[in-house]
Each structure stands twice: as structure tokens, then as C-alpha cells.
Nanobody, 117 residues
Framework: QVQLMESGGGLVRPGGSLRLSCVAS????????MGWYRQAPGKQREFVAG???????????RYADSVKGRSTISKDSAGNTVYLQMNNLRPEDTAVYYC???????WGQGTQVTVSS
């Protein structure tokens, strides 16, 4: 049973940066697509960024319009960790961020990102 664990969230000021991490119990991200999602209070869960299976020469990435240009999704060569670098954070980025293995519909517990002055 694959398990996912998000980390890296916290409280930051507007304009600040965070790097979120998603660690899998197995090296699955080389063979499974995965995505970052977020859910703000009172809002529906929304897609943030995705990365496809494969190595650095084969995978592709995509981003929600709300974070495009400010965020970068990446993964390590082992395929067990996926990152979401978020820059120029805004209050509307405040949410719980979740990592998901799209192949198996497995979700982590989430990591809280709060952007506030």
C-alpha cells in the first residue's frame, strides 16, 4: 500500500516562497502520474499542478492558471519525492495542499499553507 506524506507548509507573508514536498513510501512517481491539489476553507478542492510519469527526458508538467508562472513542480531522480516550489505567494494561495498519486487515487494528509501579513 503506497503512502504519501506532504510537508513544507507553513505561515508566510505575501510575496514569500515555500517548497512543498511529497514523499512516497515507494518509488512510484517514475511510473505514476501525480498531482498537487489544494482546498481552501469553504472552497472545493482544486488542481494546482501535475507531473507525469517518466524520467526527466520524458515527463511533462502542467499548472493551474492561478499558479502558472509562480510555481514549479518537479521530482527527484529516484521517483519517490515530488516538489512544488511556490513563489510570490498570495493570500488566496492559503489552503491545505495535498499530494495525489493519480494512478491509484492515493492521497496524503495534506500540509497547511497560510499566506498572511
Amino acid at each position: 500500500q503506497v503512502q504519501l506524506m506532504e510537508s513544507g507548509g507553513g505561515l508566510v507573508r505575501p510575496g514569500g516562497s515555500l517548497r512543498l514536498s511529497c514523499v512516497a513510501s515507494e518509488n512510484i512517481f517514475s511510473i505514476h502520474d501525480m498531482g498537487w491539489y489544494r482546498q481552501a476553507p469553504g472552497k472545493q478542492r482544486e488542481f494546482v499542478a501535475g507531473i507525469t510519469k517518466g524520467d526527466s527526458t520524458r515527463y511533462s508538467t502542467r499548472y493551474a492558471d492561478s499558479v502558472k508562472g509562480r510555481s514549479t513542480i518537479s521530482k527527484d531522480s529516484a521517483g519517490n519525492t515530488v516538489y512544488l516550489q511556490m513563489n510570490n505567494l498570495r493570500p488566496e494561495d492559503t489552503a491545505v495542499y495535498y499530494c495525489s498519486d493519480l494512478r491509484t487515487d492515493t492521497w496524503g494528509q495534506g500540509t497547511q499553507v497560510t499566506v498572511s501579513s
